[in-house]
């Protein structure tokens, strides 16, 4: 592990009985990057992140964060790493003032610079005037804002966010990713793992991991410009029903329901009009269908279809 990297795996695997929960994972953060681990619940992130900080031990494989590794050095780990999730403790009774206080003592903050770092986490997280309110009365933003402060309190350089956007409106989460950066900024490597795809393209790299295993790293431009075929986006009035329709139509790689709109991966776009005809023959209402630009949950969902093809077919 060099001086510049801030975390590193190789073959990390977690296994609960016959159950395997994290399939021996391989990735790696630079110093100061922000690296988002996306998938759905049950994916296997929060496993990954256990192991990552101590909490849990290795079944196989190996990680190294800031240059400990996890299994002999977790104690060394832990003091040096912020950890924030969507069900981060915060005292109720207690005022932002309190809780930033009551964990800086907790995080060994000396006591001559406590008083001053509680007041730079109170400008940071934009809770000035707000810190004599108690927190069981702060709105869900301003509790994870608090979140977050409590968390660096004593300036860690390793951050892990578990979640911790879960629950928070489009805007909140926004203004939550802007400390993220500035943290980045600041030199704080960051790892995050959140089931909200359009959190990838805060990221400066993407992990998309799916039944405990990594199924791709990359950038989140690379990911989009790495998709097969054409993305296709087509109005019609029954659109899950569609997905099933188009399962055996010739040409169509991947389709998925997105709002009320169908989302269907062709290896070309002169697929389309077997696409529209499979719908119209169903007596759907189509309007029709236009090529658009894939979002990181486009590609998940074509990933997770590759991968659900070779379980079910091994050989292939």
Not at 212 to 228: A, E, F, M, Q, Y
Request: overall charge negative; some cysteine; proline content about 4%.
């Amino acid at each position: 592990m060099s001086d510049h990297t801030a975390l590193e795996t190789h073959d990390l695997t977690r296994r609960f009985g016959d159950f395997t929960a994290v399939d021996r994972v391989n990735f790696y953060i630079p110093r100061g990057e922000i690296f988002g681990l996306l998938g759905p619940n049950g994916a296997g992130k929060t496993t990954t992140i256990r192991m990552l900080c101590g909490i849990l031990s290795p079944t196989e494989g190996q990680a190294a964060v800031m240059g400990f590794d996890v299994r002999k050095q977790a104690e060394d780990i832990k003091r040096r790493i912020g950890y924030m999730s969507q069900r981060f403790a915060l005292y109720n009774d207690l005022t932002p003032y309190e809780n930033l206080h009551f964990y800086a003592s907790i995080y060994s903050v000396e006591n001559g610079l406590r008083k001053k770092r509680v007041q730079e986490l109170l400008e940071m997280a934009g809770l000035k005037g707000h810190e004599k309110t108690l927190t069981r009365n702060l709105s869900g933003a301003w509790r994870q804002r608090l979140a977050l402060a409590c968390a660096i309190a004593h300036e860690p350089p390793m951050l892990f966010l578990d979640e911790a956007t879960a629950g928070v409106d489009p805007v909140s989460r926004r203004e939550f990713w802007d400390l993220i950066y500035e943290l980045a900024g600041r030199g704080v490597s960051i790892l995050a793992t959140t089931h909200y795809m359009d959190e990838a393209d805060y990221c400066n790299t993407v992990g998309l991991m799916y039944q405990g295993r990594l199924v791709s790293v990359s950038s989140p431009d690379s990911l989009k410009d790495g998709l097969t075929g054409t993305l296709l986006e087509v109005e019609c009035d029954r659109p899950s029903d569609a997905t099933q329709l188009l399962a055996d139509v010739p040409g169509v790689l991947a389709a998925a329901v997105h709002g009320v709109r169908l989302h269907v991966t062709v290896e070309h776009e002169m697929h389309s009009g077997g696409v529209l005809k499979r719908l119209r023959e169903a007596g759907m209402d189509v309007e029709g269908a236009q090529v658009i630009m894939p979002s990181l949950e486009d590609v998940f969902l074509a990933m997770v279809e590759e991968q659900n093809k070779e379980t079910a077919d091994p050989a292939s």
